[in-house]
């Protein structure tokens, strides 16, 4: 038992030793965590992905340092994980539970104009849409552009006029 204590420490006062020795069972904890959860955890980026990597890194971090009590953050990131995949699943499967954890797409621009109304739920400015548009396909041209959207991620989304 002191070995243990040596190594892996307790409270606030650790060592260089003891916290590479956390640090390490974070990053395997944080890994099979994030298997857990799922791809879509570090991949689409919604307000709800969002959260996730927020609070698991708020509480792993915790671990590491030793500023709460090891176990109890483990098991809460695992309850975190476990309702970020069950919430996942429940968007993926109904779609007016999906609108109402994630919002629905916003056109900001479509028949030539922008959308004032749009934008302002969207809080944008023509000129954040107009990066959007440089950045998505690399024109500044609208009248090249049929619609353009705010994603439920934030993201903005061009489509180009098809040319007949």
Not at 77 to 87: D, K, Q
Not at 129 to 150: F, H, P, T, V
Request: net charge neutral.
């Amino acid at each position: 038992m002191d070995l243990f204590q040596e190594i892996w420490g307790s409270g606030t006062d650790l060592n260089i030793l003891q916290m590479c020795c956390r640090g390490i069972t974070i990053f395997f904890i944080a890994l099979v965590l994030i298997r857990v959860s799922g791809r879509r955890s570090f991949g689409i980026r919604t307000a709800l992905d969002n959260i996730i990597v927020i609070l698991l890194g708020a509480l792993l971090s915790r671990a590491v340092v030793g500023a709460s009590p090891f176990l109890p953050i483990v098991f809460s990131s695992f309850a975190i994980v476990l309702l970020h995949r069950i919430f996942s699943w429940l968007m993926a499967h109904n779609p007016p539970f999906s609108r109402l954890a994630e919002g629905e797409k916003i056109v900001l621009y479509e028949n030539g104009s922008f959308i004032k109304y749009n934008m302002g739920k969207a809080l944008v400015c023509e000129e954040d849409i107009m990066q959007g548009i440089r950045e998505a396909i690399q024109m500044n041209d609208l009248k090249k552009i049929d619609s353009i959207y705010m994603e439920r991620n934030g993201e903005i989304s061009v489509i180009k006029k098809t040319t007949d």
